[in-house]
């Protein structure tokens, strides 16, 4: 009883012999494989925390970039926003003419006879290149119109769906005139 190792099953007298030598190992293996299974156990259990520890990390950094690149996709559809607007505004400053030119030339188109009874440009809100032009001419002969058209077409403008109605003293001219480039 003084070994360190016991036998499982001790001898007894007139009954059956002890197990062989070998099987003494077997108590040693025991204790070798449970004292390795804690050590792997703790080991796991380390490792375990590690990868938990690394996982918050990239979680972060995860949510951390896609704030980031939702604020820079927000930056950039600003941006966009901005440059549609800006384009927006430049075709229409594109488009727009001034009128001032136009009326002069009208005035300045009249004959002897002929006076500017009514003369009113309208810009399209949407298509600023496009402005309606209402004329209303008292007296006059009938070439004025091609006098006062002749006037409009050398600063730049073709009229588009012109109408003409003539009176005993009058004559109605609408049309929309749209700037060409030279």
């Known amino acids: 009883m003084h070994e360190p190792i016991h036998d499982i099953k001790t001898e007894r007298q007139n009954v059956s012999a002890g197990l062989p030598a070998v099987y ?94 009514e003369l009113s440009l309208t810009r399209n809100p949407e298509l600023p290149a496009h402005t309606l032009m209402q004329l209303k001419i008292d007296g006059g002969s009938g070439g004025q119109i091609e006098n006062t058209l002749d006037a409009i077409y050398a600063l730049s403008y073709q009229t588009y769906s012109a109408q003409q109605v003539k009176g005993p003293q009058s004559t109605d001219f609408q049309a929309i005139l749209i700037h060409t480039e030279n």
């Open 24 to 117: 003494k190992i077997a108590p040693a293996a025991f204790y070798v494989v449970a004292a390795a299974a804690s050590l792997l156990s703790f080991y796991f259990l380390l490792s375990k925390r590690a990868y938990q520890a690394s996982e918050a990390a990239m979680q972060g950094r995860l949510h951390a970039a896609q704030g980031e690149a939702a604020g820079l996709v927000a930056q950039q559809q600003s941006i966009v926003d901005e440059a549609k607007k800006a384009e927006a505004y430049a075709k229409w400053l594109e488009g727009c003419r001034p009128l001032q030119p136009v009326t002069v030339a009208v005035g300045r188109s009249m004959g002897k006879e002929s006076t500017v009874a």
